[in-house]
């Protein structure tokens, strides 16, 4: 099955659609041909930004509300046949502050929009967006999907519990659902205001202000990272085969990069902005997880998946997007 050619002509539902890669997985699916609906609250902070949808206005339906109300959603679902659910907070050191907001967003939200489409629309397919910090600190590396899920923070345990409610649901009431574990996701598009939605951002943003990119540390830890596009195409795979269904996936980068490395990298193609090495703070420092990146054989075996996006032509691509629409997120 051509898994592009299949979004034609398909009814789509995107929670946190205005967001980072809901925003851009809904420009790719109105250029597949599909009916787009797109959900999101517009919470400030959590990266949800009409110009993300900026020459689509018209292509696409945007509904504003929030995925906890139950007869919002139960109505939203009705005629669906795909859902990415992508609404959620990101940060982890917002969900360490208010721990209760976490758990609304990530955890109840999850689950009131199950149980909308198990008695609206139980023939829908639910593809949720789960996240490696699931695992905690690596045991081994790469991590793989039979790692142990030891969160250290409290986002971790949330969106464990949010995947974990889709699992159930596919077991108990048999309901389409699949999850992608995403590793550091990376493009155009993404919220800038703050540095609370993961580092790659806010070192683009402080290169392309020609600031300082500080590390804690020695900047030794090791990531991978992943451009939106290719996050976009894991979740249409996923979306649209069957096999998928009761699954759990891994997304990663091509290969680890050293923070270090990686913010000397951007100070390069930005051609400005310096980087400095400083001590941890101790709120950072409790809930750091040392080196982390993923295995992605999974997907890439039942799917085909693969992350094709070089880390140099991503960041030089995103690094163009902020500094002619930079105004627009911060």
Partial sequence: MDYLAYYENKSILITGGLGFIGSNLARRLVDLGAHVTLVDSMIPDYGGNLF??????????????????????????????????????????????????????????????????????PAVKVVYAGTRQQYGKP?????????????????GVNKLAGEWYHMVYF???????????????????????HNR?????????????????QLYGDGSQLRDLCYVDDTVDAFLRV????EANG?????????????????????QLAGKGRVELAPWPEDRKRIDIGDVYSSYTRIHDALGWEPTTPLEDGLARMIGYYRQYGRYYW
């Fill in 239 to 242: 979306g649209a085969a069957e």
């Fill in 197 to 213: 939605q993961g580092f790659i951002g806010w070192f683009v943003r402080l290169a392309v202000e020609g600031k300082t990119i």
């Fill in 247 to 267: 699954q759990l996936y891994n997304l990663g980068g091509q290969a680890p990069i050293s923070l270090y490395d990686l913010s000397h990298l951007i100070v």
């Fill in 52 to 121: 993300n949808i900026a020459g689509y206005e018209d292509r696409l339906r945007v509904n504003i509300a929030d995925v906890r109300d139950p007869y919002s959603m139960r109505a939203l679902v009705r005629g669906q046949q795909i859902l990415f659910n992508l609404a959620g907070q990101v940060s982890h050191v917002d969900s360490m502050h208010d721990p209760f907001t976490d758990l609304e967003i990530n955890a109840r939200s999850p689950l009131s929009i199950l149980e909308a489409c198990r008695h609206e629309n």
């Fill in 171 to 193: 077991n108990a009431y048999g309901l389409r659902t699949a999850s992608l574990r995403l590793t550091n996701t990376y493009g155009p598009r993404q919220l800038l205001k």
């Fill in 139 to 155: 045991q081994y590396l790469p991590l793989d999907e039979n790692h142990l899920q030891n969160p250290t923070d409290v986002n």
